[in-house]
């Protein structure tokens, strides 16, 4: 069993900056990809960004390409969002999740992560 726990969202405003943190507890967090997603207000949760079990690759929405960082310690058994250049189109409840195996590649598709976080919240006012 895994479990996962945001912090570090808030409200910021446009052109800020903000940094999420997602910690994990289980033995397999040192060996499993990370994703982050989110879900705005009114709409579908979409795929943020994800980083593989060592860090050595991330894959990005378009949305965010540029702006946000992934990254990961797994000596502290957590994974990192930096946001930057924040939009209120940003706005969302921001969501870690890690699959159960191993996975052979990095994927967007949220059906292929099974734990999932509580989320936090990202405000961006205009």
């Known amino acids: 069993q895994v479990q996962l726990v945001e912090s570090g969202g808030g409200l910021v405003q446009a052109g800020g900056s903000l940094s999420l943190a997602c910690a994990a507890s289980?033995?397999?967090?040192?060996?499993?990809?990370m994703g982050w997603f989110r879900q705005a207000p009114g709409k579908e949760r979409e795929f943020v960004a994800a980083?593989?079990?060592?860090?050595?690759?991330?894959y990005y929405a378009d949305s965010v390409k540029g702006r946000f960082t992934i990254s990961r310690d797994n000596a502290k058994n957590t994974v990192y969002l930096q946001m930057s250049s924040l939009q209120p189109e940003d706005t969302a409840v921001y969501y870690c999740?890690?699959?159960?195996?191993?996975?052979?590649?990095?994927?967007?598709?949220?059906?292929?992560?099974?734990?999932w976080g509580q989320g936090t919240q990202v405000t961006v006012s205009s």
């Open positions: 980083i593989n079990w060592n860090g050595g690759s991330t």
């Open positions: 999740a890690t699959h159960r195996f191993p996975a052979p590649t990095l994927y967007s598709d949220q059906s292929k992560y099974v734990y």
């Open positions: 289980g033995r397999t967090f040192m060996s499993n990809a």
